[in-house]
């Protein structure tokens, strides 16, 4: 057990090393720009979360803007149909009262003739 635990000890000791190490490379690389780096890729981060917020609540507008725009067609469409179908039918109704019944016609004449006849 305790050559498990020096193990683990070891292990984690190595592991800080080495993040110490590539710490202390980035810091020769990048020497004092890393903080204006980081600041500059943090500000980077919240401009585009910022440009991201915008256009989502845009496209929300736009989205609302086409359903109701869409409703008001719809609206408008049914309206047109409704009094298209008021028309024809009033011109059916109008065709029906000029259009004389041959039948009624005929027995008129034959009604009309008989009484001549008399």
Request: proline share 0%.
């Amino acid at each position: 057990m305790a050559n498990t635990d020096k193990i683990k000890d070891q292990t984690v000791q190595s592991s800080t090393d080495a993040t110490s190490k590539i710490d202390a490379i980035k810091q020769l690389i990048f020497g004092e720009n890393m903080q204006a780096y980081d600041s500059e890729f943090e500000t980077l981060k919240q401009d585009i979360l910022t440009k991201k917020q915008e256009l989502e609540a845009l496209m929300d507008d736009v989205k609302s803007e086409i359903l109701q725009n869409i409703d008001n067609l719809s609206t408008d469409i049914n309206i047109r149909i409704t009094e298209l179908e008021n028309s024809f039918e009033d011109k059916a109704d109008a065709l029906n009262e000029k259009k004389v019944d041959r039948k009624l016609l005929g027995e008129l004449f034959t009604k009309l003739g008989e009484k001549i006849s008399q």
